[in-house]
């Protein structure tokens, strides 16, 4: 944090919109660290105002997932075409994830910005899996701003006892979600054959 702090007093909105938006895109940076820091830099110094900053930051997380979701679109899908079936990710199996990304890409993009690991790949992934592109726009939209707001108004007004308080909170939503994603898998397993024809009629209807 004490490093993230001395970035955002050299340069400002610049360097919160860069890491973010590098996040967003899908490269591991910290996106959510660079937004706490600029909060409490600017509620310390008063240099920067908080409610650019949190423009900054949405923009910054809303064109990054754009952008990852148009590299998932096109070389992402390209990729799990081509390379697919060498790690089991079969047509079918292909169309399933499709599938799911259109029953619940909503959730995933929303609720994704406030878990580390999902924020950096829910663009790419939703990409990748063809989720439409008017949906991806609308809670990719709704996500960035309410994570950003969130996130900068708490270290804003709350400093120091929200950093504290995020830390274990992330770590809790990173451990739920990989327990519901176990759940999900093994759920997918077991009713495989039901969710595939179910993917197939969504995805003819879609296609007509």
């Known amino acids: 944090m004490h490093q993230l702090f001395a970035l955002v007093a050299s340069y400002g909105y610049a360097v919160t919109f860069a890491l973010i938006f590098l996040e ?20 310390r110094t008063q240099r920067l105002d908080i409610a650019v900053v949190v423009v900054t930051a949405a923009m910054a997380a809303f064109l990054g997932s754009n952008v990852g979701y148009l590299l998932g679109r096109s070389a992402g899908h390209a990729l799990i075409q081509r ?5 089991g990710l079969t047509p079918a199996r292909q169309r399933l994830g499709q599938y799911l990304f259109i029953r619940h890409g909503a959730k995933i993009i929303f609720l994704g910005r406030f878990i580390a690991i999902l924020r950096a790949f829910a ?25 950003t707001t969130t996130i900068a108004l708490g270290a804003f007004y709350f400093g ?27 759920y997918a397993r077991s009713q495989e054959a039901a969710l595939q024809r179910a993917a197939d009629a969504t995805l003819l209807d879609a296609a007509e």
Not at 140 to 147: D, E, M, R, T, Y
Not at 171 to 176: G, K, M
């Open 123 to 147: 663009g790419v992934l939703a990409g990748a899996n063809q989720m439409p592109w008017r949906k991806f726009l609308l809670f990719n939209a709704l996500g960035a701003i309410v994570w």
């Open 24 to 43: 967003s895109v899908g490269i591991p940076v910290p996106g959510e660290g660079i937004l706490i820091a600029t909060a409490l830099f600017a509620a």
């Open 83 to 87: 390379f697919g079936g060498y790690v």
């Open 160 to 186: 120091r006892a929200f950093v504290h308080l995020s830390r274990p909170l992330g770590v809790a939503l990173l451990v739920l979600t990989g327990v519901a994603l176990i759940a999900a898998f093994f």
